[in-house]
């Protein structure tokens, strides 16, 4: 059974404690797909309304779009536990010799460069989901816009989240210079402009609301 499978509580317990997963990848998967819930929320209220008829197909496309993020979300939320296991036991070779300190380094490195592929995936999903609440603010029902709001925060809390983690990860990767290279450049270009539409959006559900 996974993660998400399981109760809140039972999630948070685990998450509170010791345990080496779920960390702070799968919270971020996870609160990445309650953000994504929450535009489509606003989207389910909006379908159906007369007031809203011209822009339902639209609407309706975002929904489609934000259930298939909320499902990869949620798969990340497992897979992100599954890469980290062994990156958990990389780090517990020893390094006595200098035979064992080279293998642990390469087998760190290589764990490392599979630990960078889910957060950096996260923060993918958290940015296609940072432009669904982008326009549902725009064109969704204003009896709703606050959960736009409470919505982008949450994505834009996965994407800053998803960023740590690429983060941490690339501190053992030496060698594979690509890799370095062109994992921080994707990852700095989706913060920066991930963080800019989800502020502007934020803002534009703020000024509504006044």
């Known amino acids: 059974m996974g993660m998400t499978e399981k109760s809140c509580d039972y999630f948070l317990d685990v998450l509170a404690s010791?345990?080496?997963?779920?960390?702070?990848?799968?919270?971020?998967?996870?609160?990445?797909?309650i953000g994504m819930a929450l535009s489509n929320m606003v989207g389910n209220l909006t379908v159906g309304k007369k007031k809203y008829a011209d822009v339902e197909d639209e609407v309706k496309e975002l929904l489609d779009q934000g259930y298939k993020i909320i499902d990869e979300l949620k798969a990340l939320v497992d897979k992100d536990a599954e890469v980290f296991e062994p990156l958990s036991k990389a780090y517990g070779m020893p390094k006595d010799t200098p035979e064992q300190a080279e293998?642990?380094?390469?087998?760190?490195?290589?764990?490392s460069?599979?630990?960078?592929?889910?957060?950096?995936?996260?923060?993918?999903?958290?940015?296609?989901g940072i432009k669904i609440h982008e326009?549902?603010?725009?064109?969704?029902?204003?009896?709703?816009?606050s959960d736009v709001g409470c919505g982008v925060v949450f994505m834009k809390a996965a994407l800053i989240s998803g960023y740590l983690n690429v983060l941490i990860n690339l501190g053992a990767i030496k060698k594979d210079q690509e890799f370095l290279e062109k994992t921080k450049k994707e990852?700095?270009?989706?913060?920066?402009?991930?963080?800019?539409?989800?502020?502007?959006?934020?803002?534009?559900?703020?000024?509504?609301?006044?």
């Open 113 to 128: 460069i599979v630990a960078c592929s889910v957060p950096l995936e996260i923060m993918r999903k958290a940015y296609a």
């Open 135 to 145: 326009r549902m603010g725009q064109i969704g029902s204003r009896l709703a816009i």
């Open 187 to 210: 990852m700095e270009t989706l913060l920066e402009e991930g963080s800019k539409i989800a502020d502007a959006t934020l803002q534009q559900v703020i000024d509504q609301l006044k």
């Open 18 to 33: 010791k345990a080496p997963v779920p960390g702070g990848g799968g919270a971020a998967a996870l609160g990445g797909a």
């Open 103 to 111: 293998l642990k380094a390469k087998t760190l490195e290589e764990c």
